[in-house]
Nanobody, 127 residues
């Protein structure tokens, strides 16, 4: 079965850290560009980070310097290391598989360029 499964979410205090994992099954993850998105209560799903097959990365401005996206090819997994977490980072986090179209700093977060989504993992930052 072709799917993405996220894990690693939870409750953390402001200033804390979490590492989210996105594990692929049914396909090889490193043949695709991968994105992380998040959705707080409401209709908008925001692009958080992106990693290309070649290792190029993008981040939304609000997480630059705090979040790091990476791959482990041997584990068919993409990670999102989140440090210095803030209450405004609270959301459900999703990983998604890109259609492998050309992506740039202005286009990597377009939701319609992703064709496979995980179920999401909840991250809550609160004291």
């Amino acid at each position: 079965q072709v799917q993405l499964v996220e894990s690693g979410g939870g409750l953390v205090q402001p200033g804390g850290s979490l590492r989210l994992s996105c594990v692929a099954s049914g396909f090889t993850l490193d043949t695709y560009d991968i994105g992380w998105f998040r959705q707080a209560p409401g209709p908008e799903r925001e692009g958080v980070s992106y990693i290309s097959r070649s290792g190029s990365t993008y981040y939304v401005d609000s997480v630059k310097g705090r979040f790091t996206i990476s791959r482990d090819k041997g584990k068919n997994t993409v990670y999102l290391q989140m440090n210095s977490l803030k209450p405004e980072d609270t959301a459900v986090y999703y990983c998604a598989r890109h259609r492998n179209l050309p992506a740039y700093s202005s286009t990597w977060s377009r939701r319609y360029d992703y064709n496979l989504w995980g179920q999401g993992t909840q991250v809550t930052v609160s004291s």
